[in-house]
C-alpha cells in the first residue's frame, strides 16, 4: 500500500538528506510537517538544501527546499546535543 500524507511532495534529494539526519548520533527522529508550493530559501539554494530555523524544547526546527517549494521539519535530539546537531547538518 502507498503511503500518504503531506511527505509525498518531498523530493528525492530531501529524502537523501532525511536519512542522513536520522543515523546521525543524538537525533532521535524527524518529523516532516507542512509543505509551502512555491516558495524558496532564496538565490542559490538547491533542491535538498537544509536551513535551521531555531533550537526549541526537544529538538531543532528547520525548513528544506523541495522541487516544489519549502518542506517544515522538526530533528527532535536527545537533551543537550542540539547546537552539535545543527553544526553536523550545516557540513552535509
Given at each position: 500500500m502507498p503511503s500518504r500524507g503531506r511527505h509525498q511532495s518531498t523530493s528525492k534529494e530531501c529524502k537523501v538528506l532525511i536519512k542522513k539526519i536520522e543515523a546521525m548520533d543524538g537525533v532521535i527522529g524527524l518529523i516532516i510537517g507542512r509543505s509551502y508550493g512555491g516558495k524558496s530559501l532564496g538565490k542559490g539554494s538547491a533542491t535538498g538544501a537544509i536551513r535551521i530555523q531555531r533550537e526549541v524544547s526537544g529538538g531543532l526546527k528547520?525548513?528544506?527546499?523541495?522541487?516544489?517549494?519549502?518542506?517544515?521539519?522538526?530533528?527532535?535530539?536527545?537533551?543537550?546535543v542540539?547546537?552539535?546537531?545543527?553544526?553536523?547538518i550545516l557540513e552535509i
Open positions: 528547520a525548513v528544506m527546499q523541495s522541487e516544489k517549494g519549502l518542506q517544515e521539519i522538526y530533528i527532535r535530539t536527545e537533551a543537550g542540539a547546537e552539535e546537531i545543527a553544526a553536523k
